[in-house]
């Protein structure tokens, strides 16, 4: 089974779709094999940001049952040796919008994704196709720039992850599920108050499930050391969303070399190795694959 990877922001526009094609690109120069999961259903670009123009196949065929699993739609990447792409178009509102059954029956699939590693580009917001696919990932990568409204989105985005994660340790017959999905949780204080009225185990299913939500966080287009910032967003997931095992990543400079390379259709990585971006994304990968057990 494959090593998931899961790139996620909240907010759109921040680099995941840079980041998740640079680190497909840096995983394979370290020998694996790497399939890129395009799961950003609305507004899917990972394939045009390797090179691939025309996609024999898509999602939208393995989700109109064109075809029986991904690994049929995963297509070979010229110049990219070890790394497969399983392209996006959004061009089909089925796809876009894709109701709880085919999230459940791609969910199960992406996990018979032949690779050593996958990587979901999950795209922005916080639907829950898009928190699902997400959790269902084994490393959590989310990206943010500096600005405050990208952290606040970021904040946004885990506090709804981590509700429907801990939403999802319950059985949908247990009485404590039944009560909690009625409701507009709006934190996880008011989540484990509930779930306390059920039971000291049922608070303690809350907080093991939180536990296996370790995000990484990754600074895109920042200048300084992100330390301060991340201590900040460190502070707030560990006392708001009791989230503590967060780990910083790193942080991406931003870079003229890596505009141009978009404009290229190559990850800046395999174009401009020693660009200061190509740097600080090599620095990830590596910290990644030294803590990510890849
Ligand atoms: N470090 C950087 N330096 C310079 N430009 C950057 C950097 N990171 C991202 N960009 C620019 O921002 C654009 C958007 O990046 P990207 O497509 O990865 O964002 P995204 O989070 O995937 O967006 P969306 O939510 O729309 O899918 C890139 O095309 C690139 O031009
Ligand atoms: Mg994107």
Known sequence: MPTIISVGSGKGGVGKSVVSSNMAYLLSQSGLSVTLLDLDAGGADLHVLM??????????????????????????????????????????LFTANMPAATRLKLLRHIRLIESDVVIIDVGAGTHFNTLDFFLTADIHICVTTGDPTAILDLYRFVKLAVIRKALSSFLSYDNVSKVLRKKDIKDIDELLLIASEYGEDKKQAI???????????????????????FSRI????????????????????????????????QPVTSLKPGASSSIALKM??????RLGSL
Do not use: M, W
Not at 208 to 225: A, D, G
């Open 284 to 289: 990830a990968c590596n910290k990644l694959l």
């Open 51 to 92: 090179g691939l123009f025309k996609p024999d196949l898509t999602l939208t065929d393995f989700i109109e049952k064109r075809v029986s699993n991904l690994n049929e739609v995963a297509q070979r990447l010229d110049g990219f040796a070890g790394v497969k792409i399983v392209a996006g178009t959004g061009d089909s």
């Open 234 to 265: 460190r502070d707030l997931l560990q006392t708001y969303l009791k989230v503590s095992n967060l780990e910083l990543l790193g942080r991406i400079p931003e870079d003229r070399e890596l505009r141009k390379s978009v404009k290229a259709y």
């Open 207 to 229: 907080y093991n499930s939180i536990k296996e939500i370790n995000p990484f966080i990754l600074f895109n287009q920042v200048e300084q050391t992100p330390e301060a910032r």
